[in-house]
């Protein structure tokens, strides 16, 4: 029956690849038997069991493609962490990994829902914006596209290769880095954190209408929210995801 | 891990187990100021012992949840800060 679905159920999926994307980051792509698929920006839980039954679980969001068919996390080592360092450092290809999904359908983009988009993006909160880029490719669409990206160094900015090669071949979208702490010599680019005037140079011009996604720590969202709204942005069309100040 | 304060959709894991159509998309009027927003928009308080959304113009505590995990799972769902609860079929 349409719209009717089942509740939502824990499964397995199976570790294909894990690739260290930067020195913090790293890539689990996994096979989901049973994945019915998923729509850019949506997150699985993810739940660990130790031996003796204790449980933890944590939100990931999705970066690849729905197109792809499978299941791309991205998850960042956070060295007090619970959860996050089991999967970067333990986790190896043929592995099981219990999780559920996909959650949540408010942070999500469809190709026809069209643009333009304006994505911000602070560190790890790239996944699903990533994820929204990728699908925009996959499905044809030329709706134009500003990535605004904030990392702490040059090292640190995930699937930074990936993303020159899509704008070099894509003049429809447009990338901006900042970093945060250190920039390379010679770096031309913005070196300091996201402010009002930088989204005001940045973003589209309000008459376009743009349809912002902002992900990533939970002060850097809160700052960008608040300056996009001050700079004329409708609240409704300035979507927002947390990461928090801790994901484990 | 303490309380972290996120958006609305980071509760829709647990409220999914509960809820089978599409809770972050849902619209929630909130009793005490009347603001009627998407669940996804409003704020999420998640905690091991439960989450709280909390009304994103007023603050009022629209849902509580909270889950036992030990034996068959048992929820408890307080509702009282919602006005009513607008869900739709996703097509």
Known sequence: MAGVRRKLAWRIGEVLETSPDTPRTKSLILEVPGWEGHRAGQHVDVRLTAEDGYQAQRSYSIASAPENGRVELLVERLDDGEVSPYLTDE???GDNLELRGP???????????????????????????MAMIRHR??????????????????????????????????????????????????????????????????????????????????????????????????????KTERFGPTGG | MGEQRLDGNAAAGLLAEIFTLEITTARAACVRCGAAREIGSQMAYVSEIGTVVRCATCDNALIRVARQDDGPQRYWLDLKGIEYLQLEERL
């Open chain 1, 103 to 129: 959650i949540g359908g408010w942070f999500a983009w469809d190709a026809s829902e069209g643009g333009p988009l304006l994505l911000v993006a602070g560190g790890s909160g790239i996944a699903p914006l």
């Open chain 1, 91 to 93: 986790l190896r290809a």
């Open chain 1, 137 to 238: 490719k996959a499905a044809g669409s030329d709706t134009p596209v500003r990535l605004l990206f904030s990392s702490r160094s040059y090292e640190d900015v995930i699937f930074r290769e990936e993303l020159e090669r899509l704008a070099a071949e894509d003049e429809t979208l447009e990338i901006t880095h900042t970093l945060t702490r250190s920039a390379p010599p010679g770096w031309k680019g913005y070196h300091r954190r996201i402010d009002e005037e930088m989204l005001g140079e940045v973003a589209f011009s309000l008459g376009e209408m743009p349809l912002a996604f902002v992900c990533g720590p939970t002060p850097l969202v809160e700052a960008v929210a608040t300056d996009l709204v001050k700079l004329g942005h409708e609240p409704a069309r300035v």
